[in-house]
C-alpha cells in the first residue's frame, strides 16, 4: 500500500511541476522582455534630457550593467528647471567630470523600492555620499545641496529600479579643495 501512495504522491508532484513549468517559463521570458533602466526610461519618454546626459557622462554603460541599481530619475522638466545655461554647460566635454558626479549621486546601489526607501535615513550614491531622505505623510523627499521630491516610485527594470523624481539632485556642496560646483 505505502508504495501505491509513493507512486500517486510522485505522479501528483511530477503532474504539478508540468503545470508550473509553463508558468515558471513565462515567468522567465517577462524577465527576458524586461527593459534594463537605461532602455525603460528612454522608452517612458519622460527621460530624453537624462538619456542625453548619461552619454555625455560615459554612464550608459554601466547603468545597462546587471546591477541591481535604484535611480533617481529626473525628468525632461526637472532638466529645464536647472539655471539657464547650467545644462548646456555640463554637457560639455570639459564638464563630464562634473556632470558624472551629478548623475552618480542619483544612482544607489541595490534595488531599493519605495517601502525600503521611506524606512530608510539616508543611502550611499555611486558618487561616494550619502543621498538623504525624508518621508512625510506619504512623500519622500531627498535632500543634497538642493531637494527633490518623489514624483512617482517603483518602475521596475531588468537591473533595478526607477524612482522619478522632481528636480536634479545636486550632491552637497565640495569642499574648495575638491573644486567646488
Same mark, same amino acid.
Given at each position: 500500500?505505502?508504495?501505491?501512495?509513493?507512486?500517486?504522491?510522485?505522479?501528483?508532484?511530477?503532474?504539478?511541476?508540468?503545470?508550473?513549468?509553463?508558468?515558471?517559463?513565462?515567468?522567465?521570458? &517577462?524577465? *527576458?522582455?524586461?527593459?534594463?533602466?537605461? !532602455?525603460? +526610461?528612454?522608452?517612458?519618454?519622460?527621460?530624453?534630457?537624462?538619456? #542625453? =546626459?548619461?552619454?555625455?557622462?560615459?554612464?550608459?554603460?554601466?547603468?545597462?550593467?546587471?546591477?541591481?541599481?535604484?535611480?533617481?530619475?529626473?525628468?525632461?522638466?526637472?532638466?529645464?528647471?536647472?539655471?539657464?545655461?547650467?545644462?548646456?554647460?555640463?554637457?560639455?566635454?570639459?564638464?563630464?567630470?562634473?556632470?558624472?558626479?551629478?548623475?552618480?549621486?542619483?544612482?544607489?546601489?541595490?534595488? &531599493?523600492? *519605495?517601502?525600503?526607501?521611506?524606512?530608510? !535615513?539616508? +543611502?550611499?550614491?555611486?558618487?561616494?555620499?550619502?543621498?538623504?531622505? #525624508? =518621508?512625510?505623510?506619504?512623500?519622500?523627499?531627498?535632500?543634497?545641496?538642493?531637494?527633490?521630491?518623489?514624483?512617482?516610485?517603483?518602475?521596475?527594470?531588468?537591473?533595478?529600479?526607477?524612482?522619478?523624481?522632481?528636480?536634479?539632485?545636486?550632491?552637497?556642496?565640495?569642499?574648495?579643495?575638491?573644486?567646488?560646483?
Amino acid at each position: 500500500m505505502s508504495t501505491y501512495l509513493t507512486r500517486i504522491s510522485s505522479l501528483v508532484a511530477l503532474g504539478l511541476a508540468l503545470l508550473a513549468g509553463p508558468a515558471v517559463a513565462q515567468q522567465d521570458d &517577462a524577465r *527576458a522582455e524586461q527593459l534594463d533602466i537605461v !532602455d525603460t +526610461a528612454v522608452q517612458a519618454d519622460d527621460f530624453n534630457t537624462l538619456a #542625453q =546626459a548619461l552619454e555625455a557622462a560615459d554612464l550608459v554603460g554601466a547603468l545597462k550593467g546587471d546591477g541591481p541599481f535604484t535611480v533617481f530619475a529626473p525628468t525632461d522638466a526637472a532638466f529645464d528647471a536647472l539655471p539657464d545655461g547650467q545644462l548646456e554647460s555640463l554637457l560639455q566635454p570639459e564638464n563630464k567630470g562634473q556632470l558624472q558626479t551629478i548623475l552618480q549621486y542619483h544612482v544607489v546601489s541595490g534595488k &531599493a523600492m *519605495a517601502s525600503d526607501v521611506t524606512g530608510m !535615513d539616508a +543611502a550611499p550614491t555611486l558618487e561616494g555620499r550619502s543621498v538623504q531622505f #525624508q =518621508a512625510n505623510d506619504g512623500t519622500v523627499q531627498l535632500m543634497g545641496q538642493n531637494t527633490a521630491t518623489v514624483a512617482q516610485a517603483d518602475i521596475e527594470a531588468s537591473n533595478g529600479v526607477i524612482h522619478v523624481i522632481d528636480s536634479v539632485l545636486l550632491p552637497p556642496e565640495a569642499d574648495e579643495a575638491d573644486g567646488g560646483y
